[in-house]
């Protein structure tokens, strides 16, 4: 991410040189998350809760828990505003949903190793005024926020965006696997929390910066779901089935 300090050239204290990077593309999002709303609930009950929190424009960094399968279409089809979210990139290797996962504007994250590329395509949304998904817990699992990798506090620092919080309930069964679907006819509630604001920090930023920005968000994440779970009258699924909790 870093760019050394080359000569005549002060150090960079703005985003990353983004310029040349395409923004992901936007035609799906705008075009078809209408019809696919109408498709999924047709299976599931889907209630959306305090949409009223996110902002009607500008960058955003929307940063949910992770307990099922279904938790990145729920994010970029029911959220209202468009959402490219970071994306495991082995899912981009099928393909049928590859290509579809590109045309639906989604971003590949290798997740073994530092991935600067989807750094700068994500930061690049950021830039052009529009909203980026992550996953702080980095891979599916009981969904309480135990879990908290630095991401979502490095956007927000080094964008300014503002991150909205959001609580899947119900998009995995109690006791289902990996790749299990919640049950025909499922309540699935989606929550958004309370904007948790930060100011921007131009480049360089320390390791020192990011790690208490995180733990600030982390911190307002939890309470933003401990107000989901409140709001719902609902509790989280609970650990995986299989022991291969690493997706």
Same mark, same amino acid.
């Given at each position: 991410m870093s760019e050394g300090t080359q000569a005549g050239r002060s150090p960079r204290t703005d985003l990353p040189r983004l310029e040349e990077i395409e923004h992901p593309a936007r035609w799906a999002l705008n075009h078809i998350n209408g019809f696919a709303r109408w498709v999924i609930r047709r299976r599931y009950d889907v209630q959306l809760h305090n949409t009223g929190n996110i902002p009607d424009s500008g960058p955003i960094v929307f940063a949910s828990n992770h307990v099922g399968i279904i938790d990145g279409p729920l994010l970029a089809i029911f959220t209202p505003r468009p959402v490219h979210a970071l994306t495991k990139s082995e899912m981009f290797d099928h393909w049928f949903l590859g290509p579809f996962l590109h045309w639906a504007g989604q971003i590949p994250l290798y997740r073994l190793a530092s991935d600067p590329a989807a750094v700068k395509l994500a930061?690049?949304?950021?830039? @052009?005024?529009? !909203?980026? @998904?992550?996953?702080?817990?980095?891979?599916? +699992?009981? +969904? $309480?926020?135990?879990?908290?990798?630095? #991401? !979502?506090?490095y956007f927000a620092l080094a964008s300014g965006a503002p991150v909205v919080p959001v609580t899947m309930i119900g998009s995995r069964d109690p006791g289902g696997d990996l790749s299990s679907l919640p049950h025909a006819g499922a309540r699935i509630d989606i929550v958004y929390g309370e904007p948790f604001r930060v100011d921007?920090? #131009?480049?360089?930023?320390?390791?020192?910066?990011?790690? =208490?920005?995180?733990?600030?968000? =982390?911190?307002?994440?939890?309470?933003?779901? $401990?107000? !989901?779970? !409140?709001l719902t009258g609902r509790q989280l699924p609970g650990p995986l089935s299989s022991k291969e909790n690493n997706d």
């Open positions: 930061l690049r949304v950021l830039r @052009g005024g529009n !909203a980026m @998904g992550i996953y702080p817990e980095g891979r599916r +699992g009981d +969904g $309480d926020l135990v879990r908290f990798n630095r #991401g !979502a506090a921007r920090v #131009g480049w360089p930023r320390t390791k020192e910066q990011v790690g =208490h920005v995180s733990g600030l968000l =982390h911190q307002h994440m939890q309470v933003q779901q $401990d107000h !989901a779970l !409140a």
